[in-house]
């Protein structure tokens, strides 16, 4: 089976605002966000606060780092067997989003923060390293 994604979709997609909440939400299709939740958002004085069916939700703004684009990505049509191949196109796209806790602000001990930061780390184990610097690493001169 093949994945593709269609690249010119990148450039007619808008960029949005999204949300990440800490739930399950049984529905397929888009939602009156700024109608039904925006509309609970509260700025305060150590991050954001909002509520979800009567759940005070903790948010803060998290920007993705440098160089890199959150996608929401659509199927086009939709695969009938799991061996066929699948067209993809970006539906949206986004540089920031919101993150949501129940309870507690969203701190850097969250999954989800925690993924994030492997970018960085990701970045640092997979540099180049040149031959005199890891020689002077390694004999500590």
Sequence with gaps: MA???DPSSYETAPEVKCNFLPCTISKDGDANVTRYFDTSVRK???GLTAAFRGRLLNGQEVVLPGGYTGLVIREQGSAITEDQDRSLRVDQRFSSFTAW???KPPSGDDK???AL???DIAKALHRPVDEESSQKSVTGK
């Design 3 to 5: 994945l593709t994604i």
């Design 44 to 46: 305060e004085n150590d």
């Design 101 to 103: 806790n129940l309870d």
């Design 112 to 114: 989800l923060m925690k």
């Design 117 to 119: 930061q492997w970018i």
